[in-house]
């Protein structure tokens, strides 16, 4: 891509209106902060599933006040009120650039973490209280949040490199295999359950409506399952191709015309953070309830 | 000020400013000379592909819920492999009418902790008298459709209750009635049927062997159901 007029190349930059970043960051933020702020306020969501769901907001609302808050850096210093290349400008990008690096990979950390616990709330279900114990639950959390932290730091220090390209790169497509994995696998198993229970011979002739039901729940499990999957990777998978094209076809001119989408890609990345909420933590409806809660009444304790 | 003019010339874009700002000062400008292709050929190709990725799983996941209709349950003893730890999985599958009334007096437990001690009585009539008891897994039947839509109020906590209430998470509900079913397992061994052995392997090893043999399978049945009640 260049910086000179004279040699405009045939793929120009897409950009972004920064409205739309804006407006994106904001949403996102909103909604990330309330549902950390719902989880901690109401005791009954004080429990290993919805500490995974709030450690996700918070990962997503690090990431979307971070965009907004660079999306600012980069208005003003286009309108000439900030200096690009000053030390001190220099040293925020590398703090914001870890802070985004710490929160897409927290993102990820976070989504095998809420994968494996619907596992484990599955497949061991008596000994669910055993092996998820609040305890645990903090300690991984624990472990993930200062996991994030050193490595952010460390790829912002040592982007250069390949090596941690590389590493990155890998991170996401192992990540990516182990939730597809278990996600496929839950529903495997709830299909054969599923299976079963309709093999009991129903009260009266339902048999033909018995298996639309059930062709109908199947449908559904698989939508959810595909809506989970799906936006994740379309998500997720354009800004990583885009790293391994930098790293790959720094030259080749179909390598530059991908990487000319570069804005678009990470709008991508922040809609992910947008959508997360309505994926992950609105489909509680003890969650949903607290929202109401917080939303419409003033006085906490008067309504609880 | 010329200066900081001609900076803000040669730093333009955001994307130099976030990633590629080092990167691109080095490098000489790219030729478009010459292409074959498209020029956005690799956009599309990865979007295409993307999206029939996407597609794909779906029709992937929608050919499971639609492979193994109630009356085709020879797919389902293959199945058993996947998961050697439920008691439904174990009982509830061959087309065997002896075995749909061995099945269903367990399938009805599994759907109420309530439950339970009524139905032990019927389930060990039940296994003594396998032939018989079609009549009488009707009721049960009902029961534990009933069950399935409900949600118990004997069930774990509120975090299950949560799980069952995510309204289109279909498979994981039935797979917290499973789990379900998993506990009152811990409680069948309590009551041990006297008439049956417990293995210590689980029923998925050498299944297909018995595929054929339906008596053995009746009995390999009923014996991994206590055998994996044990194992939890």
Not at chain 1, 62 to 81: C, D, P, Q, R, Y
Not at chain 1, 288 to 294: A, E, I, L, Y
Not at chain 2, 60 to 66: A, D, E, P, R, S
Request: proline content about 4%.
């Amino acid at each position: 891509m260049n910086t000179t007029t004279t040699n405009q190349s045939d793929c120009p930059e897409v950009k972004v209106p920064v409205p739309l970043f804006f407006t994106i960051g904001v949403v996102s933020l909103a909604e990330n902060l309330l549902v950390v702020v719902a989880v901690i306020r109401n005791r009954n969501l004080h429990s290993p599933m919805y500490c995974f769901i709030c450690s996700l907001a918070a990962f997503n609302t690090i990431a979307s006040l971070t965009k907004t808050w660079e999306n600012l850096m980069i208005m003003f210093a286009n309108v000439g009120h900030l200096e690009k290349k000053g030390p001190s400008e220099t040293n925020l990008d590398d703090v914001m650039d870890s802070l985004l690096c710490m929160s897409f990979v927290g993102s990820i950390f976070s989504f095998l973490a809420i994968a494996a616990d619907r596992y484990i709330t599955i497949f061991h279900a008596l000994r669910y209280h055993n092996i998820m114990t609040m305890r645990r639950t903090k300690a991984i959390l624990g472990v993930i949040w200062t996991t994030c932290g050193v490595s952010a730091v460390i790829m912002v220090r040592f982007f250069a490199s390949k090596f941690i390209m590389i590493c990155f790169v890998v991170f996401f497509v192992v990540s990516l295999a182990i939730i597809c994995f278990l996600y496929a696998y839950m529903f495997m198993l709830a299909r054969i359950h599923a299976r079963n229970i309709v093999a009991l011979p129903a009260a009266g002739g339902g048999g033909k409506c018995r298996r639309q039901r059930q062709w109908g729940s199947g449908m559904r499990g698989a939508l959810t399952l595909t809506i989970l999957f799906g936006v994740f990777v379309v998500c997720w998978a354009p800004f990583f191709l885009h790293l391994i094209i930098i790293m790959v076809c720094p030259a080749n001119p179909y390598c530059e015309c991908y990487r000319s989408l570069f804005q678009l890609h990470v709008v991508l990345l922040m809609s992910h953070a947008f959508i997360d909420p309505a994926i992950y933590a609105f489909r509680s409806a003890e969650l949903r309830h607290t929202f109401r809660k917080m939303l419409l009444c003033s006085d906490w304790r008067r309504c609880s | 000020m010329s200066d900081f003019h001609n900076r803000s010339q040669t730093s333009a874009r955001r994307s130099d400013y976030v990633w590629q700002y080092e990167y691109y000062d080095e490098e000489e400008p790219v030729s478009f000379e010459g292409l074959k292709a498209h020029r956005y050929s690799i956009v599309i190709g990865f979007w295409v592909g993307l999206a029939v990725f996407v597609i794909f799983m779906f029709f992937v996941l929608t050919l499971l819920t639609k492979t193994g209709a109630p009356h085709q349950e020879n797919p389902d003893l293959a199945e058993k492999r996947h998961r050697p730890g439920s008691c439904l999985v174990d009982i509830g599958s061959p087309q065997d009418e002896n075995d749909k009334a061995f099945s269903r007096p367990l399938l009805t437990e599994s759907r109420s902790y309530f439950h339970f001690n009524i139905n032990e009585e019927d389930q060990s009539k039940n296994q003594k008298q396998k032939p018989e008891r079609k009549r009488a897994g009707k009721p049960s039947g009902a029961r534990a459709q009933q069950g399935t839509r409900g949600i118990s109020s004997s069930g774990m906590d509120e975090m299950e209750d949560d799980v069952e209430e995510d309204g289109e998470h279909q498979p994981l509900k039935g797979l917290i009635e499973e789990s379900k079913t998993d506990r009152e397992c811990a409680f069948f061994s309590h009551f041990n049927i006297p008439n049956f052995v417990h293995l210590e392997h689980s029923s998925t090893l050498g299944e297909e062997d018995l595929l054929f043999e339906p008596s053995v399978i009746l009995e390999r049945q009923s014996h991994s159901q206590d055998a994996h009640c044990d194992s939890h």
